[in-house]
């Protein structure tokens, strides 16, 4: 049972990545996805959050309109897809999965069941 996260990597200002979050051992089905970040010294901060299968979505206001969600059942996968990147948003990026569906939000500190390693994310201006 593990989340796999990846899509990391070095890009410049303005530019987009698109980081995954894979599950295996178990479904999504009944779990919502957070995306997690923490640049170094830094507290842990959510990013975005996904209901898996109602497609419930919240957003960090740092990042709200440059970032967008979205899952795939039949890949049980997460995606977070970041556009117009800056070098704020340079850190190691997290996804982890609780067992509840619905209301979901980035600023609530959730006891997630299972975490994916970190993937980095570096910004060059």
């Known amino acids: 049972v593990q989340l796999q996260a990846s899509g990391g990597g070095l890009v410049q200002a303005g530019g987009s990545l698109r980081l995954s979050c894979e599950a295996s051992g178990f479904t999504l089905d009944d779990y919502t996805v957070g995306w997690l970040r923490q640049d170094a010294g830094k507290e842990r901060r959510g990013v975005s959050c996904?209901?898996?299968?109602?497609?419930?979505?919240e957003f960090a206001d740092s990042v709200k309109g440059r970032f967008t969600i979205s899952s795939d059942l039949d890949k049980n996968t997460v995606y977070l897809q970041m556009d117009s990147l800056t070098p704020a948003d340079t850190a190691v990026y997290y996804c982890?999965?609780?067992?509840?569906?619905?209301?979901?939000?980035?600023?609530?500190?959730?006891?997630?069941?299972?975490w994916g390693q970190g993937t980095q994310v570096t910004v060059s201006s």
């Open positions: 982890a999965a609780i067992f509840k569906l619905g209301y979901c939000s980035p600023s609530v500190p959730e006891a997630y069941d299972y």
């Open positions: 996904i209901s898996f299968t109602d497609g419930y979505t």
